[in-house]
């Protein structure tokens, strides 16, 4: 039997399933020293735009106020269907995090040199989560190291390809 050319056997993405958004300078900027998961409490028209990937957590941040972690930032689009109930696009939203989590995790944050920053947010069975990490801002040294070391990989991986 010959094999069908044109269509791969991918299974369909499930919609409550999914990453959103990725906060892609977050890894170039900071050095990730422990990541969490955590929820996000949101009104009806943020979700709706979150599931039309209308967010952006580039500028997007963490802080610990009153026992409280509150994601600052983050801009999601206003939901056009929502015309009067609709929400302000970089309000600062609270993240859902148990008392414990927040004293382990979130109070790391509060130390010198350390920051709270958003990596992704993504749909887990149909909940909203940020994946959050508590990170150590690079130098520009440090990050033109990095950006050296990854090309120096890519050139190895490339000659060994070229050798094979």
Not at 113 to 131: A, D, H, I, N, W
Not at 137 to 158: E, N, W, Y
Request: net charge positive; hydrophobic share 35%.
């Amino acid at each position: 039997m010959a094999a069908k050319k044109g269509k791969s056997k991918k299974s369909p993405e499930d919609p409550n399933s999914r990453v959103v958004c990725r906060n892609r300078r977050a890894r170039h900027n900071y050095e990730i020293l422990e990541e969490m998961q955590c929820g996000i409490a949101l009104k009806g028209s943020e979700v709706k735009s979150i599931r039309n990937n209308k967010v952006s957590l580039e500028e997007a941040y963490a802080r610990v106020s009153n026992g409280e972690v509150w994601l600052h930032g983050c801009d999601i689009a206003v939901y056009p269907q929502a015309n009067v109930m609709n929400h302000e696009p970089r309000r600062i939203r609270k993240l859902l995090l148990k008392r414990s989590e927040i004293r382990k995790f979130a109070e790391g944050g509060t130390q010198q040199g350390l920051t709270l920053v958003p990596l992704k947010m993504y749909f887990t069975r149909g909940l909203v989560k940020v994946s959050l990490a508590v990170a150590r801002g690079r130098k520009q040294h440090d990050k033109r190291q990095k950006l050296k070391q990854a090309d120096d990989r890519r050139s190895m991986q490339a000659a060994l390809k070229r050798a094979h």
